[in-house]
């Protein structure tokens, strides 16, 4: 039932930033955990960042903590994804998903709706 569409994704130089945008075209996504997640070339789909429902929890993936920022506007059902300092070990098609529960979770089972993904490349 929940619909997500990615958007911002691109080419950039090491060091440079990227926001991702995540929309909800169908419904709310108020009540909504979101999370972003990534893969790359040859590797499984791992979490990204999360939050809950109003904000106030977040998770972030060790290797991201305290480059990347995500932040969600109910108002517009949108969730962001600021990416700062980015590497090139960040290069990955990166998806928008949703969990039916208000807490935040970093489980990927959680979370029933995903996105078609943006892709995202990191150059040296």
């Known amino acids: 039932q929940v619909q997500l569409v990615e958007s911002g994704g691109g080419l950039v130089q090491a060091g440079g930033s990227l926001r991702l945008s995540c929309a909800a075209s169908?419904?709310?996504?108020?009540?909504?955990?979101l999370g972003w997640f990534r893969q790359a070339p040859g590797k499984e789909r791992e979490v990204v960042a999360t939050?809950?429902?109003?904000?106030?929890?977040?998770i972030y993936t060790d290797s991201v903590k305290g480059r990347f920022t995500i932040s969600r506007d109910n108002a517009k059902n949108t969730v962001y994804l600021q990416m700062n300092s980015l590497k090139p070990e960040d290069t990955a098609v990166y998806y928008c998903?949703?969990?039916?529960?208000?807490?935040?979770?970093?489980?990927?089972?959680?979370?029933?709706?995903w996105g078609q993904g943006t892709q995202v490349t990191v150059a040296s």
């Open positions: 998903a949703a969990a039916n529960n208000p807490f935040g979770t970093s489980r990927r089972e959680a979370y029933d709706y």
């Open positions: 169908t419904r709310t996504l108020s009540s909504y955990s």
């Open positions: 939050i809950s429902w109003n904000g106030d929890n977040t």
